[in-house]
């Protein structure tokens, strides 16, 4: 009698520690899928904010770029004049 009640609580007691092992594992499992996703999520939301800000980027260096062709078109048109009224004055 001794003897079973001793293995009883054994087991009792093993059949414990493989259900407190087995919901860790279960529980490591859940946290690693849910925290993957969170940071997946995340990590999709800074690209997405990323590549808006530099096609905001983009636009503006486009722009400034077309602002100084037009300058520098301007001031060489500005030029080519003064020159040709130089000529022209030089020719009278």
Do not use: C, P, W
């Amino acid at each position: 009698m001794i003897i079973s009640t001793i293995f009883g609580a054994i087991s009792v007691a093993l059949v414990g520690t493989i259900a407190a092992s087995a919901a860790l594992v279960v529980g490591g499992f859940i946290s690693y899928f849910l925290l993957d996703k969170a940071l997946g999520a995340k990590s999709r939301k800074i690209i997405k904010e990323a590549e808006a800000e530099a096609e905001v980027i983009r636009k503006d260096k486009i722009l400034q770029a077309k602002e100084k062709f037009l300058q520098l078109k301007s001031d060489h048109e500005r030029d080519i004049k003064e020159r040709s009224n130089k000529l022209v004055s030089a020719e009278n």
